[in-house]
């Protein structure tokens, strides 16, 4: 697992220590509402407090006795005369089969990157997120080119990979990286994607840190020093991001999905692989390539050549044709 940068660690600690703050806040309130509650409390708060019906009586009712069969001990569960399971073990086992695939769709989606917010190597995030890529170009993805020293990049991480986003849109990919090596160390793909779709390029010095919308191997959406996600100066250590206003920039970029990709179009290959392959056919096709036969060994011109000073059955060796001379 990647290490985290400063300001994500930091972030993290205090959203732990500001849980932790609540649940003794809410602990006391409860132990408070126990003792101040004695006999004068409504029936709904107490039985609330004891984990019963908040409405009506606290008394068990008798809603549930339509189940009540589901626990009997006579239900018969072997197989009927003819040889044939019960019409309902029937859809029990169906429907055990469709969660137990709903399970591995689920899994194989978030090991491709759907529905979780990753930490990923400046050098793959573009191509993970489909930019220059002619084939496995995911349909939605988010980029945030994170500064390691800045609280908005770090709230704004806790944010992605928190059960209000990626957990809930399960068809996108949630990347990050660090923006200053992404922009130095990419400049001709960064150049090429995020011109168009901001009007120029992105500065290392002034435009980090970065969120980036991309569908279909395309950016549709970029926001330099996530400007109007977050609450306050973006270099301020108390700065704090708007969840609502990064949700709704996100849906007006078209890049939240719900549903993961069908099974059937989930790419069993990934990107840095299919990197790895394209380098491979690269070097194929050079090895099959054909090469002018001037006789020299260890010789890998592919146009006619002579060489000066080398004599054999393919070339005279000399600079100027024998002739030649004797025309002179």
Not at 175 to 199: D, H, P, Q, T, W
Not at 319 to 328: N, Q, R, S, V
């Amino acid at each position: 697992m990647a290490a985290e940068y400063n300001a994500l660690i930091l972030a993290r600690e205090k959203s732990e220590a500001e849980s932790a703050a609540a649940l003794v806040s809410a602990a006391g309130g409860y132990a408070a509402l126990r003792r101040g509650g004695g006999g004068g409390a409504d029936d709904e708060t107490e039985c609330a407090v004891a984990g019963k019906s908040i409405v009506g009586d606290c008394d068990d009712d008798d809603s549930s006795d339509e189940f009540d069969y589901l626990l009997d001990d006579d239900v018969d569960m072997e197989e009927d005369g003819g040889g044939e399971l019960p019409s309902f073990r029937i859809y029990e086992e169906e429907r055990r089969l469709q969660l137990e695939f709903m399970a591995l769709h689920m899994e194989l989606a978030r090991q491709h990157g759907y529905g979780v917010h990753r930490q990923m190597h400046f050098a793959r995030v573009l191509y993970a997120a489909g930019l220059g890529m002619q084939s496995f170009k995911p349909y939605a993805a988010v980029i945030h080119l994170y500064d390691p020293e800045s609280m908005a990049s770090g709230r704004l991480d806790l944010l992605l990979e928190g059960e209000r986003i990626s957990d809930v849109y399960r068809g996108t990919k949630f990347m990050r990286a660090s923006g200053r090596s992404v922009l130095m160390l990419n400049k001709e793909l960064v150049s090429k994607s995020l011109r168009i779709s901001l009007g120029r390029e992105i500065k290392v010095d002034s435009d980090l840190p970065c969120l980036i919308a991309v569908r279909n191997g395309e950016v549709v959406a970029v926001c330099p020093r996530l400007n109007g996600l977050v609450y306050g100066d973006v270099e301020r250590s108390d700065v704090r991001v708007d969840g609502s206003a990064v949700e709704h920039w996100l849906d007006r970029a078209g890049v939240l999905v719900r549903n993961a990709p069908p099974y059937d179009e989930l790419c069993r290959i990934r990107p840095e692989e299919d990197a790895l392959y394209s380098t491979k056919m690269v070097v194929d096709q050079q090895d099959t390539e054909e090469f002018y036969d001037c006789g020299v060994s260890g010789c890998h011109k592919t146009f006619s050549h002579k060489h000066v000073g080398v004599s054999n059955e393919h070339q005279d060796g000399l600079m100027i044709a024998e002739e030649d001379i004797h025309g002179f």
